[in-house]
Every structure is written in C-alpha cells, then in structure tokens.
C-alpha cells in the first residue's frame, strides 16, 4: 500500500517538474487487468487529467494519483487506498500508450496486448460482475 503511494506520489512529482519546464504531460489512469481490482477503480481505468486537475470518479471521490482517493470519509479513504494496485501512465504532447499488459483470467498468465481499457479487456476476457461487484468468468 505504502509502496504504492509513494510510487505514484513520485511520478506525480516528476509530472509537475515536466510541467513547470513548458511539456504539456497528460496522465491516465491505469487500473491493474485482473479480476481482484476494484469496481470503483476499473471504472477509473482509461480516464485522463491534465497535471493541475485530479482524477473525478463518478461519485464525485477524487485523486491526484492511485493511492490518495479522497471520499470524503476517512474509513472508506482507507478502504479504497489499501491495496491499490493502479498507477498513472503519464505521456508527452499527443502520445499515446500502444501496449498493456494483463492477467489472462483463463491460464493466469501475464500477456502484453495493444492497449485498451478495463471495460475491453473484461468484455474480450468473457468477464462479468456479480452482484457484489466481484468479476467472474461468464462461461
């Protein structure tokens, strides 16, 4: 969790330098492909912010980076910090990331595929939510 948190502070820090010297730096949330993330957080994957603007979750939470989410309730901050597992894939001017890697849910092994966001990678893996929010494979 710890490492995690200051993983991303760190890259955020370089990102705000990158800024300060004139590179326009967009960040995008990457969510870790596997069926333990979180809903919330699979929800978040793809989505971009500039430097000087947090990451908006649909019910209004917030985070500069993954591993300081702010709900507005101290318990559920730490629920939904503990054990994140997702980063900031941070680019410069118009690029684009063109590769991800993944866990394929079938054999458990990591594959490196063109990019796409969790909701493709999920529908590709034949995966769906139960009503608890957990990923299963629909088979």
Known sequence: TEGNRALNAGAYANDLAAADQGIKITRTWDATLDT??????AREDGKKA????PFVFANGWTAMYPGKIHTGSAKLDAGQNCRCRCTVVSTAGDNTPALR????????????????????????NNLK???????????
């Open 36 to 41: 333990r993330t979180r809903p919330e957080h």
């Open 129 to 139: 939510r139960n009503k608890y929010g957990r990923l299963y494979l629909n088979e």
């Open 50 to 53: 500039s430097v000087d603007k």
């Open 101 to 124: 890697r993944g866990k394929n849910p079938v054999t458990g092994e990591s594959e490196v595929f063109t990019y796409k966001d969790f909701n493709q990678w999920a529908s590709e």
